[in-house]
């Protein structure tokens, strides 16, 4: 079976602009999570979606949002980005919403400039 | 609240030489500990993990024992290989009803020849 897969793989922007990040599950899988990895430090929370409805959201501000689609794929979206948001995003996905394992898609590594 | 803090890197052994990470954590309840491993321009893969006290993780040869009097989750392998090289982050959850995981902010392994 496929792992989660994650588009695109990099992505440029610059200041001020709208970037959408997409990721789909293991196939089964319902639950997906985002997380943000800014370089040298550990992966932080940022949404859980499961079947199609927010469950949890970390400290991030309204500019990320992010949705669940009815194949459980997902998108992120990030507006009026900063230097800040440079990070690699990870997609997690789990069978259910409280699901103790989730694994992990390779990420899309978005550069501000 | 929940957070997972882990001894700084880089560490660098040679191969065939005894790994300790440490980690500790500060949780309300009893979380599920984790250990995750990150290979460069990927994203993370589960170790091992473990549920409750006392409970032991293991995979690959990696172990880790959840202690919950000292509140850590040390990561010891016997005999490390170049293979091993790689980021690797000690994370827990706590299933309330979303899946939200605390990551420390990783260890750098470098195992030379």
């Known amino acids: 079976d496929a792992g989660v897969t994650q588009s695109p793989t990099h992505l440029i922007k610059t200041r001020g602009q709208h970037v959408t990040l997409r990721c789909s599950p293991i196939s089964g899988h319902k639950s997906v999570s985002w997380y943000q990895q800014v370089l040298g430090q550990g992966p932080q929370f940022i949404f859980q979606y499961y079947e199609k409805e927010e469950r949890g959201r970390g400290n991030f501000p309204d500019r990320f949002s992010a949705r669940q689609f009815p194949n459980y794929s997902s998108e992120l979206n990030v507006n009026a980005l900063l230097l800040g948001d440079s990070a690699l995003y990870l997609c997690a996905s789990s069978l259910a919403q409280a699901q103790e394992t989730q694994y992990f898609g390779p990420g899309t590594r978005l550069l501000v400039l | 609240g929940n957070s997972v803090t882990q001894m700084e890197g880089p560490v660098t052994l040679s191969e065939e030489a005894f790994l300790t990470i440490n980690c500790t954590y500060t949780?309300?309840?009893?979380?599920?500990l984790f250990w995750y491993v990150q290979y460069p321009g990927e994203g993370l893969q589960l170790l091992l993990k473990a549920t409750k006290a006392d409970d032991k993780g293991s995979n690959k040869g990696f172990e880790a024992t959840y202690r919950k009097e000292t509140t850590s989750f040390h990561l010891e392998k016997g005999s490390v290989q170049v293979s091993d090289s790689a980021v690797y982050f000690c994370?827990?959850?706590?299933?309330?009803?979303?899946?939200?995981?605390?990551f420390g902010s990783g260890t750098k392994l470098n195992v030379k020849p």
């Open positions: 949780a309300t309840g009893y979380p599920s």
């Open positions: 994370a827990l959850t706590r299933l309330y009803n979303f899946n939200k995981f605390y």
